[in-house]
């Protein structure tokens, strides 16, 4: 089982944002300025939002 410590977490989190870049700049679907101006930091933010509210679970969880 691996441990997910602030480290683990956030290499993680940055190799998924750019999985996800990578992909969508290789497609061609949108410009690179496009891409990493507008869908990069919308991206990051939707994905702390998402890290933050798994961990506040993960606390409810583990509390009872």
Do not use: N, W, Y
């Amino acid at each position: 089982m691996v441990e997910f410590d602030a480290l683990t977490t956030a290499v993680a989190f940055v190799a998924l944002i750019a999985v996800g870049l990578g992909g969508l700049l290789a497609s061609g679907m949108m410009t690179a300025r496009t891409t990493l101006m507008m869908v990069g930091p919308s991206m990051v933010i939707f994905g702390l939002l998402c890290l933050t509210i798994g961990a506040k679970f993960g606390e409810h969880r583990a509390a009872q």
